[in-house]
């Protein structure tokens, strides 16, 4: 059963950081490219940062130079540091597993991240 659970969400003040985490379990996971998105209440999901099966990142330009998405093979973990949080990053972020190779991708449930004073 494959899992992706996120974790590191929270409230936070506008300049603040927080970093999320996402675990992933019943994947070969270094055979994913892992990523983040993000849906706003009443918006649409939206890309955040993703590995891609070139081994590049791609960020949204609203996080470039904020945002660092990272990974751990060893812990099946993917992280995204958020630096300078503003209130327009308020969001649920999910986590997101793209197969290299063909096959399924698969969502977490999400964390909540709340940016206000």
């Known amino acids: 059963q494959v899992q992706l659970v996120e974790s590191g969400g929270g409230l936070v003040q506008p300049g603040g950081s927080l970093r999320l985490s996402c675990a992933a379990s019943?994947?070969?996971?270094?055979?994913?490219?892992m990523g983040w998105y993000r849906q706003a209440p009443g918006k649409q999901r939206e890309l955040v940062a993703t590995f891609t099966s070139r081994a590049t990142i791609n960020y949204s330009d609203s996080v470039k130079g904020r945002f660092t998405i990272s990974r751990d093979n060893a812990k099946n973990t993917v992280y995204l540091q958020m630096n300078s949080l503003k209130p327009e990053d308020t969001a649920v972020y999910l986590c997101n597993a793209v197969p290299l190779l063909a096959g399924s991708y698969y969502w977490g449930k999400g964390t909540l991240v709340t940016v206000s004073s």
């Open positions: 019943g994947i070969m996971f270094s055979t994913y490219a």
